[in-house]
């Protein structure tokens, strides 16, 4: 069974910085692609990030680029978002989710993690 | 940067009744569009991808159509399980941008 766990997420100060983690299980973490999606409360999706399978290409929404960066260790089947210069509207709830086979599509959700960035 | 846009915001439907769904992109994603279920409290699960494919486990009465800048997500008759908030998303260059959502609640 496809598991991805995120955590990480925390009440933030803007400007602050804070790294997420997904902790993937039930597949060959090292065959795919991995992406992060957020979500503000009540609100909809936005994807956020990309990273191929070995790590070698990263992608970014206009949004975050120069401030986030994606990272993986395979050998940790573990994927990672380091997030820097949080404003408040980073404040969402941070999904991980698998890349089916390089598609661009989501084929397995993690549960989200809350980030806050709040004064 | 391709706008997604869904129609209707809301549509209030009584279960075994059949819903269509509406994904606009403002060019053309050939057929590169995926349609998305999210329930309270939940992530979402995949659905429809390639406009018209089920992804695994999906069931029959999920289908999904168009190209183009125009698609269509239809559920034949709706279950109490699928009332929920259904997104489209369309893949472009590495980024996937998604519409802003239909909820589909009871009537």
């Known amino acids: 069974e496809v598991q991805l766990v995120e955590s990480g997420g925390v009440v933030v100060q803007p400007g602050g910085s804070l790294r997420l983690s997904c902790a993937a299980s039930g597949f060959t973490f090292d065959d795919y692609a991995m992406h992060w999606v957020r979500q503000a409360p009540g609100k909809g999706l936005e994807w956020v990030s990309l990273?191929?399978?070995?790590?070698?290409?990263?992608y970014y929404a206009d949004s975050v680029k120069g401030r986030f960066t994606i990272s993986r260790d395979n050998s940790k089947n573990s994927l990672y978002l380091q997030m820097n210069s949080l404003r408040a509207e980073d404040t969402a709830l941070y999904y991980c989710?698998?890349?089916?086979?390089?598609?661009?599509?989501?084929?397995?959700w993690g549960q989200g993690t809350l980030v806050t960035v709040s004064s | 940067e391709i706008v997604l846009t869904q129609s209707p915001a809301t549509l209030s439907l009584s279960p075994g009744e059949r819903a269509t769904l509406s994904c606009r992109a403002s060019q053309s994603v050939s057929s590169y569009l995926a349609w998305y279920q999210q329930k309270p409290g939940q992530a979402p699960r995949l659905l429809i991808y390639d406009a018209s494919n089920r992804a695994t486990g999906i069931p029959a009465r999920f289908s999904g159509s168009g190209s183009g800048t125009d698609f269509t997500l239809t559920i034949s008759s709706l279950e109490p399980e699928d009332f929920a908030v259904y997104y489209c998303?369309?893949?472009?260059?590495?980024?996937?941008?998604f519409g802003p959502g239909t909820k589909v609640d009871i009537k």
């Open positions: 989710a698998k890349d089916m086979d390089s598609s661009g599509w989501y084929d397995y």
């Open positions: 998303q369309q893949r472009s260059n590495w980024s996937g941008t």
């Open positions: 990273i191929s399978w070995d790590g070698g290409s990263t």
